[in-house]
C-alpha cells in the first residue's frame, strides 16, 4: 500500500522556521519525483516546490522562493521541506506528493504561522 | 505560474450531468497529457478522480470522467448523487518539474 506521512508541523511565530519530514513507503521512492503542495484555510490547493528523483533539478513557487529549502534522501525514503522567515501567509497544511502518473498525496501536516 | 481557470461554482440536480472546465494555457494544459482532477470534502484530503487527463484510479465511479480540448480540461460527472458535492480542484503539468493548480469549484447539488 502506498503512503506518505508528513510531520514537523506546528505553531511557529513570524520570522521562525520550521522543518517538515515526509515518509514514503509501498512504492520506488527513489524513481518519483516529488513535491509540496499546500492548502490555505478556505483556500485552493497550491504548488510550492518540486524535486527530481536524484534531486538534480529542484524548483520552487515565487511565494516560497529564497525561503524554503526542499531536499531528500532516497536512502531513508524520505522528503523535506525547511521553512524559513515564515510569515503569516504560510499558515496552511502542507502535503508531500508525487504528482506524476498516478498521483498519491499524503494526510497532510498543519503549520500556523502566528505571534 | 498563474492558476488554471476553473468557475467558481456550478450546480446540478441528482441524475443530471455537470462539467467543470479548467482552462490553461500552450504551457500546461495545452502542452502535456498530464492533468488530474481532484475531489475534497470539507475537512478532507483531496481524493484524486482522474489522471493522465482521462484516467481512472480503482474505486472511482465510472459516472467521472475527463477530457481535453486544446487549452481546456473538462471533468464531467454523470449521475450527479448527493455525495458528489464537494471542491473539485484541476492540476497540470507546467514544465521543468512544476505544477499549477486551479482555484477550485464547488458543485452543489440541488
Known amino acids: 500500500e502506498v503512503q506518505l506521512v508528513e510531520s514537523g508541523g506546528g505553531l511557529v511565530k513570524p520570522g521562525g522556521s520550521l522543518r517538515l519530514s515526509c515518509a514514503a513507503s509501498?512504492?520506488?521512492?527513489?524513481?518519483?519525483?516529488m513535491n509540496w503542495v499546500r492548502q490555505a484555510p478556505g483556500k485552493g490547493l497550491e504548488w510550492v516546490s518540486s524535486?527530481?528523483?536524484?534531486?538534480?533539478?529542484?524548483y520552487y513557487a515565487d511565494s516560497v522562493k529564497g525561503r524554503f529549502t526542499i531536499s531528500r534522501d532516497n536512502a531513508k525514503n524520505s522528503l523535506y521541506l525547511q521553512m524559513n522567515s515564515l510569515r503569516a501567509e504560510d499558515t496552511a497544511v502542507y502535503y508531500c506528493?508525487?504528482?506524476?502518473?498516478?498521483?498519491?498525496w499524503g494526510q497532510g501536516t498543519l503549520v500556523t504561522v502566528s505571534s | 505560474q498563474s492558476a488554471l481557470t476553473q468557475p467558481r461554482s456550478v450546480s446540478g440536480s441528482p441524475g443530471q450531468s455537470v462539467t467543470i472546465s479548467c482552462t490553461g494555457t500552450s504551457s500546461d494544459v495545452g502542452g502535456y497529457n498530464y492533468v488530474s482532477w481532484y475531489q475534497q470534502h470539507p475537512g478532507k484530503v483531496p481524493k484524486l478522480m482522474i489522471y493522465d487527463v482521462t484516467k481512472r484510479p480503482s474505486g472511482v465511479p465510472d459516472r467521472f470522467s475527463g477530457s481535453k480540448s486544446g487549452n481546456t480540461a473538462s471533468l464531467t460527472i454523470s449521475g450527479l448523487q448527493a455525495e458528489d458535492e464537494a471542491d473539485y480542484y484541476c492540476c497540470s503539468y507546467a514544465g521543468s518539474y512544476t505544477w499549477v493548480f486551479g482555484g477550485g469549484t464547488k458543485l452543489t447539488v440541488l
Open positions: 509501498g512504492f520506488t521512492f527513489n524513481t518519483y519525483s
Open positions: 506528493a508525487s504528482l506524476i502518473q498516478q498521483p498519491k
Open positions: 524535486i527530481s528523483s536524484t534531486s538534480s533539478y529542484i
